[in-house]
């Protein structure tokens, strides 16, 4: 996973040249996120509900919490006054994106948990918001890649052609895919010998494991002053994690005998709801600090410990 998380850091970084923060930005999130949706698919079709399901909320919480972190420490490292500075406008939309995933989680959760009468139908309430999701996430992506502006200058010149760049993101998204299976194959015996408990696996090591190309790729950018470009990268894949693979990925499940829904442990859905909220704070100014950044990696870790005793 850490080759293909450099291979596809250096293809897209390249791609990049050639285009503004918002399209590069996507397309390094889409190609990191492969071996994400590659592990659910395998997970699913182990029967590992519970690895398939925690994996997804902690690629979220991940990226979210702890990739976005780092990014920002090393974000006001370079500079000069230990404020990091980017534009607003993803972070914000971010947020809501994250607001109206957690809003159909909230509700399924509360119906659930009170047994009325929609609780018996958690898979097509999750069919339909899994499509309402998806067309949200839709109308966004196209609005939000219109408003991209390209760079008047390439800041460095390509070091490979775009028909190269493009070849290697393509031999790293067929990478990811056996990557992925050998993973979890691997996984289910590892963590009985150890005795590590799933949801902890999931939510940890799976995540974390699944988003490597955004845990360097994030904090080489912003160790470089992009902060833009960085906030893009980690931003776009908690968006895309969040609205779009989620709901795909439930939707995907129905062709298999285990069903992924949006029906989740108490624990993680207030996460997810505190976490948009803390989103918004932190990074809805277009601006953060190096304490901003410690503390999201604090509720990272505290989370962590959580889902170790759960």
């Not at 285009?19 to 071996?35: E, K, R």
């Not at 601006?287 to 759960?310: C, K, N, P």
């Amino acid at each position: 996973m850490v080759v293909i998380a450099w291979l596809v850091s250096f293809a897209t970084e390249q791609v990049g040249e050639r285009f503004g923060p918002a399209v590069t930005g996507l397309l390094q999130s889409t190609l990191g996120n492969l071996p994400e949706f590659f592990i659910v698919i395998f997970a699913l079709e182990a029967g590992e509900l519970v690895v398939a399901r925690t994996s997804i909320v902690g690629s979220i919480l991940a990226n979210a919490l702890f990739v976005l972190g780092l990014v920002i420490i090393a974000g006001c490292r370079q500079s000069s006054d230990g404020v990091m500075r980017f534009m607003s406008r993803l972070p914000r939309d971010n947020a809501t994106l994250m607001l109206l995933a957690t809003f159909l989680i909230v509700i399924l959760g509360l119906s659930v948990a009170s047994g009325d009468k929609a609780s018996h139908h958690v898979t097509a309430i999750s069919i339909v918001g899994a499509v309402a999701l998806l067309v949200t996430y839709s109308v966004w992506l196209v609005d939000y890649i219109r408003s991209d502006v390209k760079p008047d200058v390439v800041h460095a010149e390509p070091r490979i052609s775009m028909t190269v760049a493009l070849a290697l993101l393509a031999v790293a998204g067929a990478g990811a895919a056996f990557v992925s299976d050998w993973f979890i194959q691997a996984l289910t015996p590892a963590i009985k010998q150890v005795g590590i408990p799933k949801a902890f696996a999931g939510l940890v090591i799976v995540a974390i494991a699944g988003n490597a190309v955004e845990n360097t790729t994030g904090v080489v950018l912003a160790l470089k002053g992009d902060a833009d470009l960085a906030i893009s990268v980690v931003k776009n894949s908690v968006a895309q994690i969040t609205a779009f693979l989620f709901p795909a990925l439930v939707l995907v499940s129905l062709l298999f005998d285990t069903s992924l829904t949006f029906e989740l442990a108490p624990v993680y859905i207030g996460a997810l709801a505190l976490t948009a909220i803390v989103l918004w704070q932190i990074t809805g100014d277009g601006e953060a600090t190096r304490f901003e950044g410690v503390a999201l990696i604090a509720l990272y870790v505290i989370l962590a410990v959580v889902a170790f005793f759960e």
